[in-house]
């Protein structure tokens, strides 16, 4: 029941493939060989936004505690709707586009990665998603995701920010046709109108990937323009 497949007897250093690490290996493999992927990437200023975070905690009094994930899917969702193109999918004879923001969010668990959906973003704010976020990932963690809680979603967030990873990209995860991969934040300096002539601001990099058979590098660039003026000025995220 353990959802482990294998020939036996296995070689000493064989490790068993389980059902989730063929899935994996079958999508990612089929989205490389046939999506035309490309990447864009850029520097995103954090100062505003965990301000904002750190004043809506303590409001909250330890009834919940917004993470900067809650923030990108938030973003996410309100670029998609601003550039719909980016929340659509390749369907042969014709592109699929959607109305709502379906969420994927890529956790990590002990028998792999898996991509639980906050479905309707767009009709959620920053404290639902924070829920609905919390209870996917303790579910994720026991194994007890339904195949509708991570199969689906319009589009991808993929953040290895909290392993220090400062920048990377990522496979898109199909039918969809982006992905964002989050880099983690980093303390930088750079010019300022201040006596010592510059400042230390705390920045992170992203990188968008798209199928070029759906999303064209404009659009992309597009999209890219609009998420990282809502994490940079996050109040319009409350809105």
């Not at 064989?14 to 063929?22: D, G, S």
């Not at 004043?55 to 919940?64: P, R, S, V």
């Not at 592109?95 to 767009?122: M, R, Y």
């Not at 919390?134 to 026991?142: E, F, G, T």
Request: glycine content about 6%.
């Amino acid at each position: 029941s353990s959802g482990i497949n294998a020939e036996w007897p296995l070689r000493p250093g064989e490790i068993p493939l389980t059902n989730m690490r063929k899935a994996i290996a079958k999508r990612l493999t089929q989205s490389k060989q046939e999506v035309p992927h490309y990447y864009l990437t850029v520097e995103i200023a954090l100062e505003e936004l965990l301000s904002v975070r750190s004043q809506l905690n303590k409001e909250a009094t330890g009834h919940f505690k917004l993470s900067v994930t809650d923030f990108l899917i938030k973003a996410s969702s309100k670029a998609l709707l601003d550039v719909p193109e980016a929340n659509s999918q390749w369907a042969e004879t014709s592109i699929k586009q959607f109305h709502n923001t379906d969420i994927s969010v890529a956790v990590a668990t002990e028998s792999g990665l898996i991509t639980p959906i906050v479905f309707t973003a767009n009709h959620k704010g920053l404290q639902e998603i924070n829920s609905d976020m919390s209870a996917l990932k303790d579910k994720a963690a026991q194994g007890k995701l339904q195949p509708h809680e991570f199969q689906g979603g319009t589009f991808t967030i993929s953040n290895l920010g909290m392993m220090g990873i400062q920048h990377f990209t990522a496979v898109i995860n199909p039918p969809q046709s982006c992905i964002l991969a989050v880099g983690a934040p980093q303390k930088k300096l750079v010019p300022a109108d201040n006596e010592k002539g510059f400042e230390t601001q705390t920045v992170m990099n992203v990188s968008l990937s798209c199928d070029h058979r759906v999303v064209d590098g404009a659009v992309g660039a597009q999209w890219l323009a609009k998420f990282k003026e809502y994490i940079e000025k996050p109040l319009r995220l409350l809105l």
